[in-house]
């Protein structure tokens, strides 16, 4: 069974641009979230897709934005980019939501990086 | 508000000595609990979740209701251990927040 994979796996971009990262669930789990990982702050969540609804949402201003496909891949952008948004993204997905003992999969993640 | 908290972002330690990453936690439901380990170059896995009561890698952890914690203890540390350690909430049924991490050292 294929592990979570997320795509690219590194990008560099300049301030203000934007940029969209890719995430494909392990086959069968219909829930996918989005982490932020820094040295500083180690792993905020940003959101939580199910059945192409964002279900959970972290605290992270709007420029930060995600969707979810019938497929249950999904994508996270970010607009305006900040130097403060370099940091790895990490893909997490789950069979399910709602299920407490259901553990998180996590993908190797994309190292972005904002000069 | 929930939240977890863990203290220590660095704790170092030599071989052979026992290890207590602590965790403690804010929820006033009934709290489910995990530690992720992170490992150089590896992706964030599972190691151990308190419902299963299981030792992974010699580790255990222990939900104490009383003082709110889920520390991770092992007796014996070995260099393989040296990893990023995540402590995470599950309230609410489905919505999972984590700690900020301790990264262990474990020197020779």
């Known amino acids: 069974k294929a592990g979570v994979t997320q795509t690219p796996r590194y990008l560099i971009k300049t301030r203000g641009q934007q940029v969209t990262l890719s995430c494909s669930p392990i086959?069968?789990?219909?829930?996918v979230s989005w982490y932020q990982q820094t040295p500083g702050q180690g792993l905020q969540f940003l959101f939580e897709?199910?059945?192409?609804?964002?279900?959970n949402k972290g605290n992270f201003p709007g420029r930060f934005s995600g969707r979810q496909f019938s497929n249950s891949r999904s994508e996270m952008n970010v607009s305006t980019l900040e130097l403060g948004d370099s940091a790895l993204y990490l893909c997490?997905?789950?069979?399910?939501?709602?299920?407490?003992?259901?553990?998180?999969?996590f993908g190797s993640g994309t190292q972005l990086s904002v000069l | 508000a929930q939240r977890v908290t863990q203290p220590e972002k660095l704790l170092s330690v030599f071989k052979g000595a026992p290890v207590e990453l602590k965790c403690n936690y804010s929820y006033s439901g009934s709290p489910e609990l995990f530690w992720y380990v992170q490992y150089s170059r590896q992706r964030l896995q599972l190691l151990l979740r308190?419902?299963s009561r299981e030792s992974i890698k010699g580790f255990t952890a222990d939900l104490n209701k009383g003082e709110t914690s889920f520390h991770l203890k092992k007796p014996f540390a070995q260099e393989e251990d040296s990893a990023m350690y995540y402590c995470?909430?599950?309230?609410?049924?489905?919505?999972?927040?984590f700690g900020t991490g301790t990264r262990l050292q474990v020197f020779p």
């Open positions: 995470a909430l599950i309230y609410n049924t489905d919505k999972l927040i």
């Open positions: 086959s069968g789990h219909r829930s």
């Open positions: 308190h419902i």
């Open positions: 897709y199910f059945s192409e609804t964002q279900r």
């Open positions: 997490a997905s789950r069979i399910a939501i709602g299920q407490t003992n259901e553990k998180l999969f």
